[in-house]
T-cell receptor, first 113, second 112 residues
């Protein structure tokens, strides 16, 4: 069974630019979660998508947005990048019911210069 | 009230020793407490989890102890090995909210 896949693995962007990160959940998982892991700040919840709808968002500005497609894959978009957006962005998926434990991908390392 | 407080921030243990990581929470609505292990360059991986109606859960060398009245839970790694060197996160989740609230992480180093 393929795990959660994220792309790209690394990227470097300039302050003010926009970036799109992609996530493919485990087959059969309908929920996708996005987390930001900035150095020294732990794992911060960003967004939760289920069945194509945004179900909840964390305490992040509106320039962080995303969507979930009919095949349950997801994109995270970050506009007007700031230096402090440099972080590892992690996607996780879970089934609609059953286990409450997520399966995480390996993340996308974003560096803003 | 959403916070999960984790300690210590870093831990160094000799091979064969016991590693203990502690977490405390405030929100009594939390009803599922997983632990994640993260190696450099990888995403966190679910290690073991417990529900508050259970006081202890053991899987191999890993044990969660849960004290509901004190709102504390801990991870014990018995016979710690150099391969256990990683960052460990406790977490909590409740009901329909679905998103995990993570502790700040503990960087464990097991010396050979």
């Amino acid at each position: 069974e393929a795990g959660v896949t994220q792309s790209p693995t690394h990227l470097i962007k300039t302050r003010g630019q926009q970036v799109t990160l992609r996530c493919s959940p485990i087959s059969g998982h309908t929920s996708v979660y996005w987390y930001q892991q900035a150095l020294g700040l732990g794992l911060q919840f960003l967004l939760w998508y289920d069945e194509g709808e945004e179900r909840n968002r964390g305490n992040f500005p509106p320039r962080f947005s995303g969507r979930q497609f009919p095949n349950y894959s997801s994109e995270l978009n970050v506009n007007a990048l700031e230096l402090e957006d440099s972080a590892l962005y992690l996607c996780a998926s879970s089934p609609r019911t059953g286990s409450r434990g997520y399966t995480f991908g390996s993340g996308t390392r974003l560096t803003v210069v | 009230q959403q916070q999960v407080k984790q300690s210590p921030q870093s831990l160094i243990v000799q091979k064969g020793g016991i590693s203990i990581i502690n977490c405390a929470y405030e929100n009594t609505a939390f009803d599922y407490f997983p632990w994640y292990q993260q190696f450099p360059g990888k995403g966190p991986a679910l290690l073991i989890a417990i529900r508050p109606d259970v006081s202890e859960k053991k899987e191999g060398r890993f044990t969660i102890s849960f004290n509901k009245s004190a709102k504390q839970f801990s991870l014990h790694i018995m016979d710690s090995q150099p391969g256990d060197s990683a960052t460990y996160f406790c977490a909590a989740i409740y009901g329909s909210a679905r998103q995990l609230t993570f502790g700040s992480g503990t960087q464990l180093t097991v010396l050979p």
